[in-house]
């Protein structure tokens, strides 16, 4: 996992840098002067969090290139996790746009299809019943409000 | 005491309250029965379900579910050798062998009957213990605060993932996510890169839906369809003699389930491998230890119930989460507007000891439930993944959406689930992240007063008794890694050592 844990490390440590550069834009009171301004514990933090940061970057450093990544999914799967993803924030999308009721039927099959699943009969099953029996809880039984779009 | 003890078995008696604890326990127990799902996932994903709740009851809900879904995780662990939660991977060791015999009820049933008497040792201890801290506590000024809350997150070093530095680096990001917003002290907003929504802060409950649930979702696409199928036939329970034989251990791994569930950050994960380890330690037959004995299973279990309780001690106590899911637990007391702290024995009594009475209520539930409906519970594994998974991710959706009625939090908890699975990829688990959020604004608002109160001096936390005391208590907690390694290897190394649990997220 080496390269791939420096890779990750890396990019925490400009995000980390980044965040500590903004903390220079907060705005700053002309009243209080005291040293614990706005800025002043993000600073700290992002300081104790760069400095964990460097720890794993050293780490890998010193591994080397003999603990490059061992762990590789295979292609099926990252599949499978790209599209699950893409297809949740679609369905985030859904929910305000088409309706929170719509829109669960519409994730749940789409989310068997992607995992692969074929029986149609479950599908239409799961798709239709679920939907209605969790629109049913939240909206009758504990009268929560659900996101509304353009149909139910 | 015990009148207030009295007035909260009266609480519970109450139908709606009762009820509550009923549905929290089975729910604990099918979801601790399912591998993947979680008890701070479930109780994250329980929260939006409590809104419309008293208070009592929708905390009695979560407690209850806590101890259902740590007993529940046993149930996998001896039947498909996969532990339903992580806390139940040491039970794995003797509890799929003895299944394996042919004992498979015997297994279930000695489990059962552990983790009731863990889980009732440490509600009395916490009855007793929490008040006496929340008294200490009450004296606490904000340079002792600022020490305990750090103590919690050096506690960090040891939970989660296996490496030190990315717990600690974990608990950092969840601090800073704390930071977001509106700054208390000086009125002006941070990170909120112009949206509006982000001036109020981050709430907890999307963080912690998305990265206890929907982090869980996209692991389970990596995995692929699933379904489990169980060939082994429930029957029998363990005899008196069994049970009597196994009375050393359960007292020990009663006092270390506990004493492991009070540090702030430590969960049932490490009680019960410390507890498997001591008991193989004792035995007069460690060799037999990992071939299917009632002794190995009753260890493990009863010190990941024990933990249950010890966990809630700082969490009511003090506001410092003894574990993940209390970190979760802590969040919904929030949202039902009962601070956790040594306040909330004195503004909230009624609730604090209601949730007591609900919890030995849920021990003698699960009891009586897992004693009588084991072979019931363990036919939820046959859900399959590819059906279960989707409708986790449709809660956690409408689940969020209901917080503030507000499409804002759903992106929070979308963006935290897709972040968290590549977290954990990389060796990140979601609870330091979250206990780091929870202690976050503590650990700033404290820090700040103290330097604001004793003129920007940084030297007040090492004059103050209590506040040296916790920063010495962190140091330890930063090395113990360290402790843990030489626990792992007492014994010639022969038990299992606790990072074979994996993630530990409880």
Known sequence: MGNKDLRMAIMMMVIFIVLFGLSFTFQKSGVLTTHTTAAFFPRVVLSVAMFLT?????????????????????????????????????????????GTLVSMGLYIGGIMLIWGFRNWRVIAANSLITPVVVYLIFKKVLLVQLPAGILL | MFEQLVIGFMTIAEPTNFLAVLMGVVGGMILGAMPGLTAPMGCALLIPFTYGMEPVAAITMLVSLYCGATYGGSIAAILV??????????????????????????????????????????????????????????????????????????MLSSVGSKSTVKNLLGGTIGVFIACVGMDEISGFSRYDFGITHLMDGISFIPVMIGLFAATEVFRQAEIGMRKVAIDRKISGLPSWKEIKSVKGTLLRSSLIGTFIGILPAEGGTVASFIGYNEAKRFSKTPEKFGTGIIEGIAAPECANNAATGGSMVPTMALGIPGSGTTAVILGALMVHGMRPGPLLFVQHTQEVYGVFAGMFVANLLFLGLGLGGAKLFSQVLRVPNYVLSPIILVLCVVGTYALKNNMADVWIMLICGLVGYKMKEYGFTAAPIVLGLVLGELIEISLRRSLIVFDNNPLIFFTRPWSVALIIL????????????????RGNGKGPALSEAGESED
Request: proline content about 4%.
């Open chain 2, 474 to 489: 962190t140091v330890l907690g930063l090395c113990s890694p360290l402790i843990r390694s030489w626990l792992d290897n």
């Open chain 1, 54 to 98: 460097l720890i794993i970057i050293l780490q890998n450093l010193r591994k080397g290139a003999e603990a490059a990544a061992k762990h590789s999914k295979d292609a099926a799967a990252t599949r499978r996790v790209v599209l699950s993803m893409i297809w949740s924030i679609l369905f985030g999308f859904g929910v305000s746009f088409l």
């Open chain 2, 81 to 154: 050798h996969a532990p339903g939660t992580p806390a139940a991977a040491a039970t794995t060791f003797d509890g799929y062998p003895l299944a394996q015999k042919g004992q498979a009820g015997k297994a279930l049933g000695m489990a059962c009957i552990s983790s009731f008497i863990g889980g009732f040792f440490s509600v009395i201890v916490l009855i007793f213990l929490a008040p006496v801290l929340a008294n200490i506590a009450i004296k606490f000024g904000p340079a002792e605060y600022f020490a305990l809350a750090i103590f919690g997150l050096s």
